[in-house]
Structures are given as structure tokens and as C-alpha cells.
DNA sequence: GGCTCGATTGACGTTTACGTCAAGTGTAGC
DNA sequence: GCTACACTTGACGTAAACGTCAATCGAGCC
């Protein structure tokens, strides 16, 4: 039985904790994945004994980490952003440095954007023109 | 000296053939990806003796290749779809294979669209809060 | 003829991101 | 107490995408 239900009958949310087996489940990954974004740092779960516990913050580092992944982000790059997100920003420097990161991995984004926008554009004028030929096709029967 | 300085006085523009080293420069490749790229058949230049010659199908199969790549494409997958481009569709299973194919693509592409926007908009809101807080660090010196 | 430059093939090395056993532990149910 | 199941660590394996030599070759230049 996982734990969640049982060792959690906190206010209804908060508080909420998951098995490594519940967030594989949830996010179509094998443990072994889970482990492995583990040791690069991405996620640290605390333990109940032996058996680890993540906490909703786990979850959402684990989500964005997917996501970074799609974008084809290597886990690296990925902690790197994730870690400059949730570190302190309260001197100048670690903010111009902040920003000049921000930057950098907004080009990124942006170049990115582009090469999707005209893959897309391409892939549906195919599609438009390969459903032409079909209808014709279909018509000429 | 380049070979397409020399052994093209062609009519200009058409039939233009480049060499392994400037497709390197122009695409800030090194000629070993290149020649990798050759070995998983997404380019095939023909020969000038032991030398490689690629013309602008080759140049542009390259450059589709590297989109594919930035968009976090494997080189099996942009071959897959580069070489169905590429394919005859004249029977009615061909085009409908294609279509199928094509609506996949389509799926993922739009996945990663939306990965991208949210990514963009949690960036942008980031810089703009670091952009205040840096303007209100340097009125307050 | 000697030198340099760019190109060639071949082979082994490397990084990333896990997969795949193996062997053990802890808890729940019968 | 036995079984089943989820979790644990550890170690080795693997596919992708090149990097990095090494040895060789051909063309152009002084």
C-alpha cells in the first residue's frame, strides 16, 4: 500500500507526499529515471527510513525537469535553471548575473520558437496539400 | 583553394557544390558531424574523386537536420521525416501513411508549442520582476 | 623536391540518460 | 511463518552523437 494513504491524513493537500512508484505512475517514468534525475541533483527527497519521500516541491521540480526534456534541454542544463530559479537573488550581482542567464535561455527560447513555427508552417501546408490529393483520389473512384 | 571556386563557372547560383570544410564553417559543424550525418544516410554527397561533393540538396537536407536537432529531434526521427518528404505519395495507402505520419508530428510539435509558451511566459515574468527589483537596488543608492 | 593545407578512412574514447539485472529489506495479508 | 509486493543499493550494459587521434593522400606553392 503506498504510503501517502495511510502515514498522510493531513488538512486535505497540503502536506501531500508521494512514493517514488505514485510519481512513475503519474508521469509514465521508471523508478530507475526517478533515482537517476536524483543524483544530478534535480530533486532530493527526504526518507522515511530507507524508503524516499517527495514532497510536492519534488513534484514540480520533476515536472518542470520533463518539460525541460521536451524542449530538448539536457538534465544539466535543466538543473542549472531550475536551482537559479529557487536560489537568492538578493544582492546586485546575483541579479545582473541572474538576468544575463535570463537572457540567454530566453534567445534560446525564442530561436527555438521560430524553428517550431516554420516546422509547423511546413507540416500543415503538407498535410493541406496531401488531404487535396486524397479528396482527388477519393473523388476519382 | 575551395572547389566550388573553381570547378563552378556555372550559371551562377545553380549547381553551386560546396566542400565538406565550408558546409563546416557555414554551419559551425566540424567535419566529422558532418560525415556522422553521412553514415545515418541523411546526406549522400557523390564523389570527385576520394572527395565528397554536396550540392544544395545536401546543403538543405543539412540544414533541416540541424532544426530537427534544435527542436530536440533524434537524427533517426529527422531522417524518418525528411526522407518522407521527400518519398513518392502517388497511391491512396502511401498517402494516407503520410497523412497518419504527418498528423503525429503535428501532435508533438504542438506539445512542444505549448511547453515553449509557458516556458517563455514564466522567463519573461522572471526578468521583468528582476528588472524591477534592479531598478529599485540602484534608486535606493 | 619539400612544405603546408585540407580531405580521407579507421578505430577507439566519451558523455548523456537511462535499462537491466542482482540481491537484499520491510510491510501487509492469509 | 510464508508469500507477495514495493522499495532499496550496486554494478554493469547500452544507444546516440559525436570527439579524438593516427596514418595517408593529393593539390598548390616557393
Redesign the pocket.
Known amino acids: 500500500?503506498?504510503?501517502s494513504a495511510?502515514a498522510q491524513a493531513s488538512p486535505a493537500g497540503v502536506g501531500t507526499t508521494?512514493?517514488?512508484?505514485?510519481?512513475?505512475r503519474e508521469f509514465d517514468?521508471?523508478?530507475?529515471?526517478?533515482?537517476?534525475?536524483?543524483?544530478?541533483g534535480l530533486i532530493t527527497?527526504q526518507?522515511s527510513?530507507?524508503?524516499?519521500?517527495y514532497t510536492g516541491r519534488d513534484r514540480t521540480r520533476l515536472k518542470l525537469?520533463l518539460r525541460g526534456?521536451r524542449l530538448g534541454?539536457?538534465?544539466?542544463?535543466?538543473k542549472e535553471l531550475v536551482d537559479m530559479y529557487e536560489s537568492p537573488r538578493d544582492t546586485l550581482p546575483q541579479l545582473k548575473k541572474f538576468l544575463v542567464v535570463l537572457g540567454a535561455h530566453r534567445a534560446q527560447l525564442e530561436q527555438q520558437m521560430a524553428d517550431l513555427q516554420a516546422t509547423l508552417e511546413e507540416v500543415r501546408a503538407h498535410e493541406k496539400e496531401a488531404r487535396r490529393l486524397l479528396a482527388e483520389g477519393e473523388r476519382r473512384r
Not at 29 to 40: K, P
Not at 73 to 78: G, H, I, R, S, Y
Open positions: 500500500m503506498p504510503v495511510v508521494y512514493t517514488i512508484g505514485e510519481l512513475a517514468l521508471t523508478t530507475r529515471a526517478i533515482r537517476f534525475y536524483e543524483d544530478c527527497p526518507r527510513g530507507r524508503n524516499r519521500v525537469t526534456k534541454l539536457t538534465l544539466a542544463e535543466v
